[in-house]
């Protein structure tokens, strides 16, 4: 079954406007959380990475006061989209890094897509 | 800069044919390299990795083989079946950077009855 889940797994929202995405990680704690975009027929882009307690890790390129993350515990991280415009439509995925039945991996949510109108 | 990039951005092979799919790294310092399997819609999963310190590893129906020396990974796939179509992306993770995932482009692995 899932390790990772996001939700909602799918949004529309009209420019302007903000939207949140959660990511939580399912049975196990997940200490650092990554935040990918992936345009149609495109690669994952890693955006930022999250510790839980402290403040996200932005790459290069990448707005953090429109790109809002909160990673306030060690279940759950939120990306908040803000002032939402047509061009950040696409396809956002968290990702978890924990231990999990004593394996220490990455595991990948199923994704939320995004349309801004 | 530093890139994971495949070879080949479509195949398409016949069901029960073997599955090759390539994928080309520059990062020397990467260690580590997995290959996720996505479909339409969904997040990536996990296949098969394999660290620096080996050049083969199998699992089920899929062997990864690794050459250092050109730098080049390959994901093999047996018997490929329908529900193998997807697209497959490579990543790789260095010894820096805070262990993040580079993934490559992508090919879309086509399975025809």
């Known amino acids: 079954g899932a390790v990772v889940s996001q939700h909602p797994s799918w949004v529309i929202c009209k420019s302007g406007t903000s939207v949140k995405i959660e990511c939580r990680s399912l049975?196990?704690?997940?200490?650092?959380m990554f935040w990918y975009r992936q345009f149609p027929k495109q690669s994952l882009m890693l955006m930022a990475t999250?510790?839980?307690?402290?403040?996200?890790?932005?790459e290069q390129g990448v707005e953090k006061d429109k790109f809002l993350i909160n990673h306030a515990s060690l279940t759950l991280s939120t990306l908040t989209v803000t002032s939402a415009h047509p061009e950040d439509s696409s396809f956002y995925i968290c990702?978890?890094?924990?231990?999990?039945?004593?394996?220490?991996?990455?595991?990948f949510g199923p994704g939320t897509r995004l349309t801004v109108t | 800069g530093e890139s994971v990039g495949l070879h080949l951005p479509t195949l398409s092979v016949q069901e029960g044919d073997n599955s090759i799919i390539n994928c080309a790294y520059s990062?020397?310092?990467?260690?580590?390299f997995i290959w996720y399997k996505q479909e339409s819609g969904k997040g990536p999963q996990f296949i098969i990795d394999?660290?620096?310190?080996?050049d083969k590893r199998q699992g089920q129906r899929v062997t990864v083989l690794l050459n250092k020396t050109v730098k080049h990974l390959s994901l093999q796939i047996a018997a490929t079946q329908p529900g193998d179509s997807a697209v497959y992306f490579c990543?790789?993770?260095?010894?820096?950077?805070?262990?993040?995932?580079?993934f490559g482009t992508g090919t879309q692995l086509k399975v025809e009855l």
């Open positions: 990543a790789e993770k260095g010894t820096g950077g805070g262990n993040k995932l580079t």
């Open positions: 394999i660290r620096s310190n080996m």
């Open positions: 999250s510790n839980e307690g402290s403040k996200a890790t932005y």
């Open positions: 049975d196990f704690q997940a200490t650092t």
């Open positions: 990062n020397s310092a990467s260690d580590y």
């Open positions: 990702s978890a890094r924990g231990e999990l039945a004593g394996v220490y991996e990455q595991y």
